[in-house]
Each structure stands twice: as C-alpha cells, then as structure tokens.
C-alpha cells in the first residue's frame, strides 16, 4: 500500500515536518523567562501571553508539513 506523500501544489516530496516541538519548547521557555521577570509588569505579560499563544499554536500545527520546494503548508496525509 502506498501512501501519496508529496506536495499536493507542485507534487515534490521534497518537504519537511515543522517544527512544532521547537515552537511548544519556545512558549514554555518564554513563559518561564517571564515568571522570572515578573516584576517588569507589562514585559512579562507579554511574554507569557506569547508564551502561551505560541505552545498552543504548536499544538495546533502538530502533523503539518511544509514544502521545500514551493512553501505550501499541508497535512500530513
Ligand atoms: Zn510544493
């Protein structure tokens, strides 16, 4: 059984997983910079907001793939 596993806008299988491990790694990081922080009220805020947005984001894009040859984002089918 074959699994179609290339770009479905130019059809090279030349792509890559992103990284959404490294996006989740970065939020919880940022978040923990900004507890460290908090005394910068609105510099913290920020950052764990961003922190936040950022890990669920990661979440979110988990399984997609992007092509290496055009850009187009897609999921893993
Ligand atoms: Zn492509």
Request: glycine share 10%; net charge positive.
């Amino acid at each position: 059984m074959e699994i179609a596993n290339e770009c479905p806008n130019c059809g090279s299988d030349n792509y890559k997983s992103r990284g959404s491990f490294y996006f989740f790694a970065i939020g919880v990081l940022l978040i923990g910079i900004s507890f460290k922080f908090l005394i910068y009220i609105p510099f913290s805020l920020i950052g764990i907001s961003f922190g936040i947005i950022l890990s669920l984001t990661s979440i979110f894009l988990k399984g997609r793939k992007v092509c290496k040859n055009c850009g187009q984002v897609f999921k893993k089918i």
